[in-house]
C-alpha cells in the first residue's frame, strides 16, 4: 500500500520559499499516477496546488502558478514542492497527495499526513 | 474556477441516524461526453488527513462501508450516511474534477448528537 510523508521546514521568513519534499513507498513513482500537493488552511480550506506525472506533465493552480513548481525524482521515489515570495497567507498544512492515473481522474486516492508550515518573520 | 458550496455547516446526528450532506456545484459537472458527473466526497477525521470515500458521484472506494452513498447529477449532489456510527464523526468534502483548478466545497462537520 502506498504511503506519503512530508517533510521541510514548519517555519519560513516572507518572501522567501517554501520547500517541502514527499517520500513515496510502496509504490514506485515512475510506475505511474499523479503527485502533487493539497493545502489547508482555516480560511480558505483544501486548496489544490498542483500535480505532475514522471514523464512531465503538469497541471497548477492558476492563483499560485507563477510561484509553483511540482518536480519528481525517481531515483529517490520522491517529490517536491517549491512555491517562491511567500507570505501569510500561504501559512497552511501541506498535504502531498497521489491522483488517479486516468486523464479524467482527477481526484486523490492517498494524502499524506500532512506538515504545518508557518510563514512568519 | 468553479465554488463548491456545501451545507449545511455542521451537522448533529443521534447514532443509528441518517446523515445527509449537500453539495452545489457553480456549473453542472455532467459532462455530455460520457455521461458521468465529474464530483468526489472525503472525510477527514480529526488529526486525519481526508480520505477518498466516493468518485464519480457514487462509486465507493475500496474498503467503505455501504452505509456511504452517494448521488446526485448536475449541479446537486448528496452524501448520506445510513446509521452513523461514532466513527464516521469527521469533517467531509465534496470536490469537483471537471475542471482545472480543482475545488473543494467548505466542508460540513458530523459528529454525534
Known amino acids: 500500500q502506498v504511503q506519503l510523508q512530508e517533510s521541510g521546514p514548519g517555519l519560513v521568513k516572507p518572501s522567501e520559499t517554501l520547500s517541502l519534499t514527499c517520500d513515496v513507498s510502496g509504490f514506485s513513482i515512475s510506475q505511474g499516477f499523479y503527485w502533487g500537493w493539497i493545502r489547508q488552511s482555516p480560511g480558505k480550506g483544501l486548496e489544490w496546488i498542483g500535480h505532475t506525472h514522471h514523464s512531465g506533465i503538469a497541471a497548477y493552480t492558476p492563483s499560485l502558478k507563477s510561484r509553483v513548481t511540482i518536480t519528481v525524482d525517481t531515483s529517490k521515489n520522491q517529490f517536491s514542492l517549491t512555491l517562491t515570495s511567500v507570505t501569510a497567507t500561504d501559512t497552511a498544512v501541506y498535504f502531498c497527495?497521489?491522483?488517479?492515473?486516468?486523464?479524467?481522474?482527477?481526484?486523490?486516492?492517498?494524502w499524506g499526513r500532512g506538515t504545518l508550515v508557518i510563514v512568519s518573520s | 474556477d468553479i465554488e463548491m458550496t456545501q451545507s449545511p455547516d455542521s451537522l448533529s446526528v443521534s447514532l443509528g441516524e441518517r446523515a445527509t450532506i449537500n453539495c452545489k456545484s457553480g456549473q453542472s459537472l455532467l459532462h455530455s461526453f460520457d455521461n458521468r458527473n465529474y464530483l468526489a466526497w472525503y472525510q477527514q477525521r480529526p488529526g486525519q488527513p481526508p480520505r477518498l470515500l466516493i468518485s464519480w458521484t457514487s462509486t465507493r472506494e475500496s474498503g467503505v462501508p455501504d452505509r456511504f452513498s452517494g448521488g446526485g447529477s448536475g449541479t446537486d449532489f448528496t452524501l448520506t450516511i445510513n446509521g452513523l456510527q461514532a466513527e464516521d464523526v469527521a469533517v467531509y468534502y465534496c470536490?469537483?474534477?471537471?475542471?482545472?483548478?480543482?475545488?473543494f466545497g467548505g466542508g460540513t462537520r458530523v459528529d454525534i448528537k
Open positions: 470536490q469537483q474534477y471537471f475542471s482545472v483548478p480543482l475545488t
Open positions: 497527495v497521489r491522483r488517479l492515473s486516468g486523464y479524467d481522474e482527477q481526484f486523490f486516492d492517498s
